[in-house]
């Protein structure tokens, strides 16, 4: 299980060296919920592509376990604390682009999608409620994937810039 307290502590290293990551996935949208729903198994964090030697190196006590690049790569430690991570292409105009595969398929972020939320009262950098509710979207969701969406629907309702 990934707790809260580890969360912070992966956010705050990266953010003291200077590293922009946002939370998504669970951790995302607890952040953005303001409070812990669920028990997590891994904390997944979008990053700037153009910083991951920096990330790594903030992360040092974490082993590569898993390399799906350019889509996304898999960090672990000994104490079963696992982060996944997503590098991310910035535009001059604030959006993003993510790897889909390896063959050219794209995400797309657009910058108003970059939001903060709060873990146990501190403010973290995550993805809006839109964004999330788009990435649970198009696959076969698993239980916590229903939850974590009927939790966002239940706290903000739909919006116009909500998928439907």
């Given amino acids: 299980m990934l707790t809260a307290e580890t969360a912070l ?15 998504a996935g669970g951790w995302g949208v607890d952040a953005l919920l303001g409070r812990q729903t669920r028990d ?11 910083e991951e030697a920096d990330v790594l190196a903030a992360l040092s006590d974490f082993t590569e376990a898993e390399n799906l690049r350019p889509v ?19 535009a001059a105009d604030g959006s993003a682009t993510q790897a889909a595969d390896d063959t ?4 797309r972020y657009p910058a108003d999608c970059f939001a903060t939320g709060t873990v146990e009262g501190v403010t973290v950098p995550c993805l809006s409620v839109a964004q999330q509710l ?3 979207q198009g696959y076969e969701p698993r239980a916590h994937d229903l939850a974590d969406v009927a939790a966002l629907h239940a706290a903000f309702g739909r919006s116009a810039h909500q998928p439907r």
């Fill in 104 to 107: 050219g398929g794209t995400f």
């Fill in 134 to 136: 788009l990435f649970h």
């Fill in 72 to 90: 996304r790569f898999v960090l672990t430690r000994p104490d079963s604390a696992s982060l996944d991570l997503h590098p991310l292409h910035f």
């Fill in 40 to 50: 997590h198994t891994d904390l997944d964090l979008l990053h700037r592509a153009d």
């Fill in 9 to 23: 502590d992966v956010l705050s290293r990266l953010h003291s060296a200077g590293c922009h990551v946002w939370l």
